[in-house]
């Protein structure tokens, strides 16, 4: 499978990205935690996504892969209670409810692949009838 960005976009994208440098370093496999990142909003069901990849796509992946270098571990460690079927959870009283087996997309993927989103295709509007015409 080819990458919607490679590692030298995603490195230009995460230079004017304010934060990203302090996650986004040399030391991280790059190209693993973008074709994870992708991988991820593919599996998410979410989207509808385009062929072929565009910017907003790239951008997106460059976002998730930064979700998943700051909060990896956590969220890996919330998704298996999920699982697992825990609602409540420890000192800090966490539930989790309605996204059980879901992946989860960052805030920021979630806003660049709006307008990708499965659900936001349908609109619904008044439609009326007039019973007097044959």
Not at 10 to 20: E, N
Not at 96 to 102: D, K, Q
Request: hydrophobic content about 45%; glycine content about 8%; some cysteine.
């Amino acid at each position: 499978m080819a990458l919607w960005v490679t590692v030298t976009e995603a490195d230009t994208y995460f230079a004017t990205r304010l934060g990203a440098l302090d996650v986004w370093t040399a030391s991280v496999d790059k190209t693993a935690a973008l074709t994870t990142a992708q991988n991820q909003l593919i599996a998410s069901g979410r989207f509808l996504l385009p062929a072929p990849p565009n910017e907003a796509l790239a951008e997106a992946v460059c976002e998730q892969a930064l979700f998943l270098l700051r909060h990896g571990d956590g969220v890996d460690r919330r998704t298996g209670l999920r699982d697992m079927g825990v609602r409540r959870a420890g000192v800090v009283e966490e539930t989790y409810e309605g996204e059980a087996g879901r992946i989860p997309v960052c805030a920021q993927a979630m806003g660049i692949l709006r307008d990708y989103r499965v659900g936001d295709r349908i609109r619904t509007g008044r439609i009326w009838r007039d019973d007097a015409q044959p």
